[in-house]
């Protein structure tokens, strides 16, 4: 598509765009009696309008029913996570029994790593990208620690070729024929969150298991914003946050998947009593009897107040499709890096887009390198009502998500970066 840089052409755009209509279910932050021009949907989110109802429903109910909320509330708490299952799996591209809605995103990466880093004789490492975020690393390098070994020596860190900013395919497959007996695990994002390359979940988890390896993946960045097919790429197992992408509050409750070729099998887990089989949960046995589902790797009862946050952001995921936006995400993200590109040539080139161009290696997400002094226009941007996000020493990160922002938005991101530019 041919993009022009005018008001009219971004709200004929927005005119044409069949997803436009969601824009008006959230609340946006204010900037001078307008909408802000919000890119931090891949920090936090926008709230649903409906947001405040659904909380107010468990809290009535609560007042109403006491303990018999757990069956008599209107969605019954004691089986809430299961309300969920259904869009999540539709979401991330899983069978119904391979998806659980429970805890938050580092602690769900601990469990589940608890489950697929085994490290025995020789397979101890684990290959992750450049710079994951930390949280992660911190995961990592704690169970290589609790099994007794060194995380110096078993995180892998794939770093990209000298003068480039993101990782090639072929790179990490050929790093992980290379470690292949001694490789434990791939974990990989899905979208890295510093440089917004999305990973190709399938070609990586072929290569790992190609060399016996579990294949997870952290999708903070990937759900909600790219069409993931978990079950059908065949990775072990994956976990996300909901509050990016999602929509479903700050700290709101995560997700898990699990390979429907790993239920049912007496994987090493930590376990508690949510994850005992349902139907004998209240005998209240001393013998824990897994699910025979994701949910096995369920700890606690359902923390309802954020589900319920979490099921109006999935209901509205579920009425917009993930391939409908996803498609308006392409085009989203390819007029922003269009519009980024003109302001950088009139400056003589100060912007590197460092998030690869092809489509199927990003998201709704760009990364730029600034050159000068990157840290005043991202202030100059703020104090104009953009919300971007600014990563020490010189990234600038923006996500044009496609649930709620516009080609307007766009459009009128690209005036006010001209402005901010001209300082
Ligand atoms: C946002 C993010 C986290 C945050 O973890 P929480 O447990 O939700 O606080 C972890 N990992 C990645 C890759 C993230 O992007």
Same mark, same amino acid.
């Given at each position: 598509m041919t993009f022009e840089n005018t008001l009219s052409f971004a709200q004929e755009l927005d005119r044409q765009d069949?997803?436009?209509?969601?824009?008006?279910?959230f609340l946006f932050p204010q900037y001078k009696e307008r909408n802000a021009i919000y890119f931090t949907g891949n920090s936090l989110g926008l709230q649903p309008k409906a947001a405040a109802a659904a909380l107010k429903q468990e809290l009535d109910d609560w007042a109403q029913y006491g303990v018999e909320g757990h069956f008599h509330a209107k969605h019954p708490w004691?089986?809430?996570?299961e309300e969920l299952t259904g869009s999540t799996a539709r979401l991330v591209g899983a069978?119904?029994?391979?998806v659980v809605v429970m805890n938050q995103l580092t602690s769900n990466l601990h469990f589940l790593l608890v489950s697929f !880093?085994?490290?025995?004789g020789r397979r101890v490492r684990i290959l992750t990208e450049q710079r994951p975020f930390p949280s992660d690393t911190y995961a990592f390098a704690s169970h290589i620690k609790f099994h007794g070994l060194d995380p110096d020596a078993c995180l892998v860190e794939l770093q990209p070729r000298a003068g480039e900013y993101t990782l090639r395919p072929e790179d990490i497959t050929s790093k992980i024929a290379e470690l292949g007996d001694e490789l434990a695990l791939v974990c990989f994002g899905g979208?890295?969150?510093?440089?917004?390359q999305a990973f190709d979940i399938k070609g990586i988890t072929t290569a790992a298991h190609k060399v016996g390896a579990f294949a997870g993946f952290d999708l903070a960045h990937a759900a909600g914003n790219l069409h993931l097919k978990l079950h059908d790429d065949g990775a072990d197992f994956a976990c996300w946050c909901? !509050?990016?992408?999602?929509?479903?509050?700050?700290?709101g409750v995560a997700g898990a998947f699990v390979h429907q070729r790993h239920l049912q099998q007496d994987l090493p887990r930590f376990t508690g009593?949510?994850?005992?089989d349902k139907k004998e949960r209240?005998?209240?046995?001393r013998e824990f009897k897994a699910m025979?589902?994701?949910?096995?790797?369920?700890?606690?009862?359902?923390?309802v107040f954020p589900m319920a946050l979490h099921r109006v952001a999935l209901e509205q995921f579920d009425r917009a499709g993930m391939e409908r936006l996803r498609t308006k995400s392409i085009q989203l993200t390819g007029y922003l890096r269009w519009i980024i590109e003109g302001v950088s040539a009139e400056q003589g080139?100060?912007?590197?887009?460092?998030?690869?161009?092809?489509s199927a290696h990003n998201g709704a997400q760009l990364s730029i390198l600034v050159k000068g002094d990157g840290r005043s226009i991202f202030k100059r941007l703020s104090e104009r009502g953009v919300f971007c996000d600014w990563r020490e020493p010189d990234v600038l990160r923006m996500a044009p998500v496609p649930?709620?922002?516009?080609f307007e938005d766009v459009y009128r991101f690209g005036e006010a970066l001209k402005a901010a530019v001209a300082g």
């Open positions: 069949p997803l436009h209509p969601f824009r008006n279910e004691y089986s809430y996570h069978l119904p029994e391979e !880093y085994r490290p025995h979208v890295n969150f510093l440089t917004g909901s !509050y990016k992408y999602l929509n479903s509050g700050p700290g009593w949510w994850g005992h209240f005998k209240m046995e025979p589902t994701a949910e096995a790797w369920q700890v606690s009862n359902a923390p080139g100060m912007f590197t887009i460092i998030t690869p161009k092809d649930m709620y922002n516009s």
